[in-house]
């Protein structure tokens, strides 16, 4: 599954996710992310349409993950919180070297964008397989 028809899958995406840490194991080919996804809906009631649920996001086959620096204005010395996220698609010219990179990449690659709010930067990833496991139930709205 690729990010995007991972986050298709997701009540919200990766639209305000919280990421506490991430692992990179090249010689293994496996990215984990550690985070709190946005599980809630607008019509939940209460504080239930703000609900997180902690989760372990895995991409596997990958290809590479690159982090951009921090703009410069931006707080970006760790606070004791997670860094807060919104996914995307990699699109041509947003970062600029990844339409000539995507190109290269293996068949059946794909190349997905965490925007870091925190830092007006983002984290680059691109892989092969990737999957959510839940710290907990499944949430609701999940499919």
């Known amino acids: ?4 028809e991972l986050e298709d899958a997701l009540p919200n995406g990766f639209h305000d996710a919280e990421i506490f840490s991430f692992e990179l194991d090249y010689a293994a080919g496996i990215a984990k992310f550690h985070l709190n996804l946005l599980v809630g809906w607008p019509d939940d009631p209460g504080p239930e349409s703000q609900a997180y649920q902690e989760a372990t996001l895995v991409v596997e086959g990958l290809c590479f993950c690159s982090i951009d620096p ?29 339409p000539d990179l995507v190109a290269k990449l293996p068949a059946g690659s794909w190349c997905y964008c965490f ?20 710290v907990g139930e499944k949430p609701k709205h999940a499919v």
Request: hydrophobic fraction near 45%; charge should be negative; glycine fraction near 8%.
């Open 1 to 4: 599954m690729t990010l995007e």
């Open 115 to 134: 925007f870091v709010d925190d830092w007006n930067a983002c984290i680059n990833i691109a892989g092969r397989d990737a999957a959510v496991t839940w």
């Open 70 to 98: 921090p703009y410069s204005t931006y707080p970006f010395v760790p606070s004791g919180k997670p860094i807060l996220v919104t996914g995307a698609k990699a699109k041509d010219g947003a970062p600029p070297f990844v």
